[in-house]
């Protein structure tokens, strides 16, 4: 089992969710606060890879959802230096097991690098259920003080 180390925004329902995920499948998870990490450039960089600038943002963050900001039309240096100042524009979660580091929660890529499997019979449910929901976007309904748009990648969130 793997060692992984958990950057979140503490509070959110889906990071919670992610979380459970990984320790149910035996995972050490080492969770940090995404939001006061002193992070620098090339540390928050590495998170990143070789995924387009736009996938880098969460998309429930207030500056995206008010469209003050466009992902789209943001350069790499550009992304980081904003995201240094405002760090709720980091899409969540970041995760690093040794020297892999991953942003978002793609359980078929997780699954693929460090496995998702329940660790015992015991929480093969709540795996499962865990499994079929969608655990990158933003996890409140409307009506809850958000402005989602429907028509972008399920990619970012919540801004809470």
């Not at 035996?26 to 002193?38: D, F, K, Q, R, S």
Request: charged share 25%; glycine share 6%.
């Amino acid at each position: 089992m793997a060692r992984v180390i958990f950057y979140e925004k503490p509070g959110c329902k889906n990071n919670t969710k992610q979380k459970t995920l990984l320790t149910a499948a035996g995972h050490e998870v080492i969770a940090y606060n995404l939001l006061t990490e002193p992070w620098t450039i090339e540390r928050l960089r590495s998170f990143f890879g070789d995924r387009p600038v736009s996938e880098w943002f969460n998309r429930a963050a207030p500056r995206v959802q008010s469209g003050e900001l466009v992902p789209e039309q943001v350069d790499a240096q550009t992304a980081l230096l904003l995201m240094l100042k405002d760090p709720l524009l980091i899409r969540r979660p970041l995760m690093q097991v040794g020297d892999r580091y991953e942003v978002g929660f793609d359980t078929e890529k997780i699954d693929a690098w460090i496995g998702l499997k329940p660790k015992d019979a015991t929480l093969k449910e709540i795996t499962e259920k865990l499994i079929e929901q969608d655990l990158q976007s933003c996890s409140h309904k409307h009506g809850h003080g958000h402005h989602h748009n429907e028509h972008e990648p399920k990619q970012g969130s919540c801004n809470h």
